[in-house]
């Protein structure tokens, strides 16, 4: 699916895409248009739906995304990939408990963070 979305820095293409290997859904927002070789502006964000709603709250995602989109409308073209990923309910638990005894964040096991980005 691919539709035209207005923001606080102009209109972006908003495409959702599912990844062939896990079957996760993707969303690549973009402005402009450029050339196969061309370097352009990218910013990849690996998000969890708990990660996510964390971070908007409690830290600068935000802000983060927010200039990253900023970034991309100045230089008139670029991508930013939000690269959703699934979550086991026991990696949300771990991740309050670290919030709640104010350990700074641990890597997860590999089991739990073994990602699979599709490149």
Same mark, same amino acid.
């Given at each position: 699916?691919?539709? @035209?979305?207005?923001?606080?820095?102009?209109?972006?293409?908003?495409f959702a895409y599912q990844q062939l290997t896990t079957g996760d859904t993707h969303i690549a927002i973009?402005?402009?248009?450029?050339? $196969?070789?061309?370097?352009? $502006?990218?910013?990849?964000?690996?998000?969890?739906?708990?990660?996510?709603?964390?971070?908007?709250?409690?830290?600068?995602?935000?802000? @983060?995304?927010?200039?990253?989109?900023? @970034?991309?409308?100045?230089?008139?073209?670029?991508?930013?990939?939000?690269?959703?990923?699934?979550? @086991?309910?026991?990696?949300?638990?771990?991740? $309050?408990r670290e919030l709640a005894e104010g350990k700074p964040k641990q890597r997860p096991s590999q089991e739990?963070?073994?990602?699979?980005?599709?490149?």
């Amino acid at each position: 699916m691919v539709t @035209k979305l207005p923001s606080k820095h102009g209109d972006f293409d908003v495409f959702a895409y599912q990844q062939l290997t896990t079957g996760d859904t993707h969303i690549a927002i973009t402005r402009g248009n450029w050339q $196969l070789n061309e370097p352009i $502006l990218v910013r990849a964000h690996s998000s969890t739906e708990t990660g996510d709603e964390i971070g908007f709250l409690f830290g600068d995602y935000g802000r @983060k995304l927010d200039n990253a989109l900023r @970034k991309i409308a100045e230089a008139e073209k670029g991508i930013l990939l939000l690269m959703r990923h699934r979550e @086991k309910d026991e990696d949300i638990l771990v991740r $309050l408990r670290e919030l709640a005894e104010g350990k700074p964040k641990q890597r997860p096991s590999q089991e739990t963070e073994q990602r699979d980005y599709g490149v």
